[in-house]
């Protein structure tokens, strides 16, 4: 049998030398979380402790896809932003630390009640769910081109318990989305470099 110190150890040289050290150990601690909903102190006082064939195999199964460049977000389906742990898959991005600030400027500028909020490009929704959520009673609308996004955006509204209109639209053809006025338009779309392109 493996104790868990042992299939950290090994785990964590198998990481490093793409990750380094410093990631590789965020990494496992988020692997562990996830796997076995074991925190920081509980793996230290575990590592002693043997783990199961079936968390070993688990555990390598997720490296391996991290070997290959996958996110981990992806792999476990979720992230935590904002202070708030939102779906993620494939069909939309990661949300980035920088748009947590964007949501702060935006919260913090704009304190008065029923203020109309259009987010274009929502992706995962993580924008509009957020001022959803931090702003005084708003009315937010959210649109992505992508039906599979809705979806994630859909599922991150429920989950924090608030109301977004979500709907299917062109940021490039938004005529008949703007049937209001709004307040507020954000967007934080893609950034694609112009070498890129073709290859979406």
């Not at 968390?55 to 996958?70: F, G, K, P």
């Not at 769910?129 to 081109?145: G, Q, R, S």
Request: net charge negative.
């Amino acid at each position: 049998m493996t104790t868990l110190k042992q299939l950290l150890d090994a785990s964590r040289s198998r990481l490093t030398p793409v990750y380094g050290g410093s990631e590789a150990s965020w990494l496992l601690r988020i692997i562990m979380e996830h796997i076995k909903g074991w925190n920081q102190v509980e793996l230290l006082m575990r590592a002693d402790k043997e783990v199961s064939d079936f968390t070993v195999t688990r555990v390598n199964e997720v490296i391996d896809r991290l070997l290959v460049y996958e996110p981990i977000q992806y792999i476990f389906g979720d992230t935590y932003w904002h202070g708030m742990t939102l779906k993620v898959s494939p069909a939309v991005l990661i949300p980035r630390p920088e748009t947590e600030e964007l949501v702060d400027i935006i919260t913090k500028d704009n304190p008065q009640p029923d203020l109309k909020v259009l987010d274009v490009c929502t992706g995962s929704g993580c924008i509009a769910v957020a001022l959803a959520k931090f702003m005084n009673f708003p009315e937010v609308t959210a649109i992505d081109i992508s039906d599979r996004a809705i979806a994630v955006a859909k599922e991150n509204a429920a989950l924090q318990k608030v109301k977004v209109d979500f709907q299917t639209a062109d940021a490039l053809d938004l005529g008949a989305a703007l049937t209001a006025k709004y307040d507020i338009i954000i967007s934080n779309p893609p950034y694609v470099m112009d070498k890129e392109k073709s290859a979406m």
